[in-house]
Nanobody
Framework: VQLQASGGGLVRAGGSLRLSCAAS????????MRWYRQAPGKQRELVAT???????NYADSMNGRFTISRDNAKNTVYLQMNSLKPEDTAVYYC???????????????WGQGTQVTVSS
C-alpha cells in the first residue's frame, strides 16, 4: 500500500493550490484520511481530517480557507487551499488508515510529502 501526494508548488500570497493524494496497492478499506503539514523548524501539525463517510474536521488555524474532500472510487483525498499566506509554507503530507487485503485491521500510512511555498 502506498500514498502518493502531488500538487504542491510555488504560489503568491492570496493564491490557491489543490493537493491530491492517491492510495494504491492491495486495499480492502480506507477509513479516515488526513492532511498534515510541517513548516521548517516546527512540529508536524494536523491540517484536516475526512472520514470514509465524508465528515470533515479542520485545525482552527485554517479559518475556512482549506477544504478537504475525497473520491472513494479513486482512493484519493484532496486539499483545496485558498487565500494562501506565507505562513502556510510547509511540506504537506497525506495520511490514511488503510486496511490492506492481507490484514483484518487498519494500519496508518504516510505519503511522501509535497512542498508548498507561498511568497509574499
Amino acid at each position: 500500500v502506498q500514498l502518493q501526494a502531488s500538487g504542491g508548488g510555488l504560489v503568491r500570497a492570496g493564491g490557491s493550490l489543490r493537493l491530491s493524494c492517491a492510495a494504491s496497492g492491495s486495499i480492502l478499506r480506507i477509513n479516515d484520511m488526513r492532511w498534515y503539514r510541517q513548516a521548517p523548524g516546527k512540529q508536524r501539525e494536523l491540517v484536516a481530517t475526512i472520514t470514509s463517510g465524508g465528515s470533515t474536521n479542520y485545525a482552527d488555524s485554517m479559518n475556512g480557507r482549506f477544504t478537504i474532500s475525497r473520491d472513494n472510487a479513486k482512493n484519493t483525498v484532496y486539499l483545496q487551499m485558498n487565500s494562501l499566506k506565507p505562513e502556510d509554507t510547509a511540506v504537506y503530507y497525506c495520511n490514511a488508515d488503510i486496511t490492506p487485503t492481507f490484514l483484518y485491521t487498519p494500519r496508518n500510512y504516510w505519503g511522501q510529502g509535497t512542498q508548498v511555498t507561498v511568497s509574499s
